[in-house]
């Protein structure tokens, strides 16, 4: 497995690649990687030739306040799993690598990024679009594996590839859980054990969703009020959001009808967690 | 020479000659053809092996009140400048093909497109960045070319791919002009004789621009009084700005240093002209 630092240095080994007929599959991340990530490398170990992870905590992406400092940045470790999973090439640029002075360029997806997580993390998606704008720019893959659990993201990721006709496909993977539920992620690190029993409530609530819509309630607001129910008996959590939304426009839904996603997020303690779960209604 | 209606089939033919090891080289154009595309056409068929021009009057560069609808489109004629320059494929798509209803998604270059024309043509820059964003995308050149005449677009376009990472040179090549100085245009059809004999001055001004700062000026106010003094000789002329800026940053300069880029925007009867061109003081 190589180890490129450099955009030109991942740029080589990518062309050589293609250059043996390969087929090229990416999974940007930034590290802290855990089952969910390793699920993505699997996925992308069988639908290509070749494997590109990134590597990098992008500045960008994170507010004021928000924990782009403290996020968990470790490198020998991630690298080990990466060699493990059958990764070609681990791209691990630095900050001033992806960025230089001079950057002034955005890409910005409207609408799908004014609802859910949008709301409260001004600039978090345009940080997201334009790092995997460049991201995809650079590896030019032709197939690139995101997590369901970021389910805005991939939706707004989907939608920008389309509309700026990049030439790759994306495809978005199962989100990985706990045994009790909770979606595996880099932030639940950052929860004592009593923090993460309280936040399996979040997966509870997702499928108190999926089991009224199955007993035929449509009503958005029941739902969601059955739902913040069980959460709010976790005492660390704080809601931010329980919202039930349509999966492609990701627009609020008075009446669950179609494919639906119902999307939650929470703070406990230091972490913001997010979670969500797509309920196709066969309705339309 | 082929002519492609589809975003499928320019990449078929694209990508079959990029198979053969060739460079591929495009132009993108609103049509309207004349001597200025052609040099463009002329470097890219120099600097590559096959070369494809775009015909596209993109809807999103144009703001209400201007001449998206009335801008020329002489298809036929555009073709058959196209194939006597040497061009191998023209991608003509319609509207539709390039924005679907679900576009949502913006190129966004800030500061380099909130001086000169930017100020009075809110989101043109937004427009030209996101097709060319897209059309770059498509046609995945090696090098595209592009004209100094539209030189703020030029800037603003190199600054775009390479803070956006897009593999591919981009070369600005120099502004064609009539024998009187005028910049070529597809605008200049709009006027009649008498105002194109009016438009003369704005390449007199900049001329002016040159001849005092060889001559040792280096206040850009008493150089821009003296080019405004030359237009307003002109009485069909309305001036929308003269300006004096740095030639990368676009950014105002009080005093001529380094290399600046002076830049005159007129109205004439029903035509909006731009010009410009770059100084060297060689200085620092």
Request: proline content about 4%; glycine content about 6%.
């Amino acid at each position: 497995m190589e180890v490129a630092k450099t955009i030109e240095s991942v740029r080589a080994v990518v062309k050589a690649a293609r250059g043996d007929g390969k087929r090229i599959g990416f999974v940007p991340t930034m590290g802290a990687l855990h089952i969910g990530h390793i699920s993505l490398i699997e996925a992308a170990v069988k639908n290509s030739d070749f494997v590109v992870v990134s590597i990098f905590v992008n500045p960008t992406q994170f507010g004021p306040g928000e924990d782009y400092k403290k996020y968990p940045r470790p490198l020998e470790a991630d690298l080990e799993i990466c060699e493990k999973a059958g990764v070609d090439v681990v791209f691990n640029p630095t900050p001033e690598q992806m960025y230089t002075a001079e950057n002034v360029t955005w890409v910005n997806v409207d609408k799908l990024t004014e609802t859910l997580c949008g709301r409260s993390r001004p600039g978090h998606f345009r940080g997201v679009t334009t790092v995997c704008a460049k991201l995809l720019n650079i590896v030019a893959p032709d197939v690139a594996f995101f997590g369901q659990k970021d389910a805005q993201q991939a939706v707004v990721i989907k939608r920008m590839v389309a509309d700026l006709n990049m030439p790759m496909e994306i495809v978005v993977c199962p989100t990985i859980r706990e045994s009790d539920g909770l979606a595996v992620s880099s932030r639940n690190k950052y929860l004592t054990e009593e923090q993460k029993k309280d936040a399996a409530c979040i997966y509870k609530s997702l499928q108190k969703c999926r089991e009224m819509s199955k007993a035929g309630t449509t009503e958005s607001e029941t739902i969601i009020a059955e739902m913040r129910k069980i959460l709010s008996q976790a005492t660390s959590m704080e809601i931010e959001y329980v919202s039930i939304v349509d999966a492609e426009s990701l627009q609020n839904l008075d009446k669950i009808v179609g494919k639906v996603l119902a999307a939650v997020a929470v703070r406990i303690g230091p972490a913001r967690l997010i979670d969500n779960i797509v309920v196709d209604t066969g309705k339309q």
